[in-house]
């Protein structure tokens, strides 16, 4: 029975009027509060940006390592001789008397064995070669020696340089703490990346060549500074390799200048960032980012029973999509569990839906579906991101990222000395404990090469 009283009607129009702006509102109210705990960009902004950072669980806090209460520990090994870097004998610090009596009646006893592992400081070391040669009585040439592991007309030996490279751009060590640890000036150092980045420099072609031809191809770019200016970083990635390009732009030029015009063979993994439309091969959207702004919408809309449900059918899935060519199954039993997958997650982007954030989120799979099922027809291909960003330090071997610099002309020599060497080092994955010495015999111009790992 309708309600004809003109009051009645103007007052209900009123409650809906405030009843909607009420929503609105809460709905202006979480997305500040979200921006202001993630950041402006949401879920995508890194971790090192965000202006509040969550505290870890109050169970994690509490868990402490070690070994529990009553485990039997392995207890320490002794180093045997032939394990040993060094043996030193160690004397008796009596002489000819003993403390205790101060008689002179003293005798030789077994020698007992206390084993140590000990630092020695990294320390430059002066050395001056004296290079003996030979006369020619016949041609009068003087035929001399040349000093081991140096480069021409180099101060720095490759050792030095070597290490120098290793702390700077693999571990992370300030260049000032380097000049005070081992002696060097940072000038030098600098001048000394240099030189070793310029060596390094005609690698990248061949890099980019091979990423080329790979049949997985990733890409991803992420917000960097340069000398107080915006810029970004891109890399181009493989299993094998990691190119990092700097560059002021986001633009598909960036992209296109690595992957060329030519076709090229294989997939490329990324986001769905527009500016790697124009790949000349075929793209994989990353579920990684597709299980992120899943997420998204269920923080967007909390209280939506719908949202909950379809979160909770979703996430389930692509993550198993993402997990599943890494376990330890044969090729026929992956590519069936894969089709049996692929084909629930159509059939689950195509139920109907009420919500518009859900209707928009299956358009994505509905619009492109040419671009996230790639993973179901070729197990090389991974439904997500693979982590290059964190180097690949489980794979030996060698592998240099190429050099892009960030400006023509730096008035910073640090931030020349970044860009140049920062991709020879850092972005490659040398291993961690001592393989970047290996480089140094080949240090010298006209024999610059990498193998990728």
């Not at 609105?24 to 879920?43: P, V």
């Not at 400081?121 to 004296?130: D, F, Q, T």
């Not at 002021?248 to 993994?269: E, F, M, Q, W, Y």
């Not at 179901?376 to 190429?402: L, N």
Request: net charge positive; hydrophobic share 35%.
């Amino acid at each position: 029975m309708l309600n004809a009283c003109p009051e009645c009607f103007a007052r209900q129009q009123k409650i809906d009027r405030l009843v909607e702006e009420n929503q609105r509102l809460k709905g202006q109210l979480h997305r500040q509060e979200r921006r202001a705990s993630e950041g402006f960009f949401g879920s995508y902004t890194s971790s090192s940006k965000r202006p509040v950072k969550e505290k870890s669980l109050e169970e994690n806090q509490a868990k402490r390592g070690g070994g529990k209460p009553g485990h039997k520990g392995h207890g320490r090994k002794k180093i045997r001789p032939d394990d040993a870097d060094h043996i030193r004998e160690v004397e008796a610090p009596c002489g000819d008397r003993c403390p205790h009596c101060n008689r002179r009646h003293l005798a030789d006893v077994t020698a007992d064995e206390r084993s140590v592992i000990e630092s020695v400081p990294l320390k430059a070391e002066k050395i001056l070669y004296r290079l003996n040669g030979k006369l020619c009585l016949d041609c009068h040439k003087v035929v001399r020696a040349k000093p081991p592991s140096v480069m021409p007309k180099a101060l720095y030996g490759n050792q030095l340089v070597a290490n120098v490279a290793d702390m700077h751009y693999v571990h992370g060590s300030p260049m000032g703490r380097i000049e005070a640890q081992i002696g060097i000036s940072y000038a030098a150092m600098v001048q000394m990346l240099h030189r070793l980045a310029r060596i390094f420099e005609p690698v990248v072609d061949r890099l980019i060549a091979d990423y080329r031809r790979s049949p997985v191809k990733h890409a991803d770019e992420s917000g960097w500074r340069t000398d107080g200016s915006n810029g970004y970083v891109w890399l181009f990635a493989t299993d094998r390799l990691s190119i990092f390009t700097f560059r002021d732009t986001r633009s598909s030029s960036v992209p296109a200048a690595i992957l060329g015009n030519k076709r090229l063979p294989g997939t490329l993994v990324v986001d769905r960032y527009k500016g790697y439309n124009k790949a000349p091969c075929a793209l994989h959207y990353c579920y990684a980012h597709l299980l992120r702004n899943l997420e998204d919408i269920e923080k967007e809309f909390p209280e939506s029973q719908e949202v909950r449900t379809f979160v909770a059918t979703v996430a389930p899935m692509l993550s198993l999509a993402m997990g599943l060519r890494n376990q330890p199954i044969s090729d026929a039993t992956f590519y069936r569990r894969a089709a049996k997958l692929a084909k629930d997650l159509r059939a689950t982007m195509r139920m109907p839906a009420q919500h518009l954030g859900i209707r928009a989120y299956q358009d994505i799979f509905i619009d492109n579906e040419k671009r996230l099922y790639r993973w179901a027809k070729d197990r090389r291909v991974p439904a997500g991101r693979v982590e290059h960003w964190r180097g690949g330090r489980r794979r030996w071997g060698v592998a240099v990222a190429g050099r892009f610099p960030v400006r023509l002309r730096c008035l910073n020599p640090r931030h020349r000395s970044v860009s140049s060497a920062r991709s020879s080092n850092r972005a490659c994955r040398f291993p961690a404990h001592g393989s970047l010495p290996r480089l140094t015999p080949s240090l010298s111009p006209g024999r610059c090469g990498a193998r990728a790992g």
